[in-house]
């Protein structure tokens, strides 16, 4: 009868311990991929205050984009980093090489100067990308729309990547945890 109660006891400690480890890896992937999530947005917040700084109309009124974004993933067609300037007069874009012929699409703009972070629209090649925008008004009373887009595969590759190093740390903390109980 012992045995049947230390065993019990054993089995219950077990499953306590697992379950508890298995929330715990949830939570903690939760946290690292709302972490690199912010990292992203702090970056493509970065890169569109260059493209803001680059951006001007000409005499003619035109919407002017002088090379700003050195990274040369914005070259790339289709590499999951993107930018555009509207200009919200005439429509007119200017758009990094990487959109190739594509458009990025977001709900309606802001204010003027009110940075948006819009995290779920769809990029060129149809996948959910992370972006942000600001809607920018000149002293003419002209105004542009200037979106820095990122794939959001770079967060899920990030996210995958730490939970494929989490894993083995909680299975050895759970073994540890059992033999403790064990002995």
């Given at each position: 009868m012992g045995n049947s109660i230390r065993f019990r006891l054993w089995l219950a400690a077990t499953i306590s311990i697992l379950v508890a480890l298995a929330i715990a890896g949830a939570g903690l992937r939760y946290l690292f991929e709302l972490h690199v999530e912010r990292?992203?947005?702090?970056?493509?917040?970065?890169?569109?205050n260059e493209l803001i700084g680059a951006t001007t109309f000409a005499s003619d009124g035109r919407l002017?984009?002088?090379?700003?974004?050195t990274d040369p993933r914005f070259a790339n067609p289709l590499s999951g980093y993107y930018w555009q300037v509207e200009d919200i007069g005439t429509g007119s874009l200017e758009r990094s090489r990487s959109l190739w012929d594509a458009k990025?699409?977001?709900?309606?703009?802001?204010?003027?100067?009110?940075?948006r972070t819009v995290e779920e629209i769809t990029g060129p090649a149809g996948?959910?990308?992370i972006a942000?925008?600001?809607?920018?008004?000149?002293?003419?009373?002209?105004?542009?729309?200037?979106?820095?887009?990122?794939?959001?595969?770079?967060?899920?590759?990030s996210v995958s990547e730490y939970v494929r190093d989490l894993a083995p740390a909680l299975l050895m903390l759970a073994a540890v945890l059992m033999a403790a109980f064990f002995i």
């Open positions: 990292r992203v947005v702090g970056e493509l917040t970065v890169d569109l002017v984009v002088t090379p700003v974004l990025l699409v977001l709900p309606a703009s802001g204010e003027g100067g009110e940075l996948e959910l990308s942000v925008e600001r809607t920018i008004i000149d002293a003419g009373g002209r105004s542009f729309r200037a979106i820095v887009a990122e794939d959001h595969r770079t967060v899920e590759v």
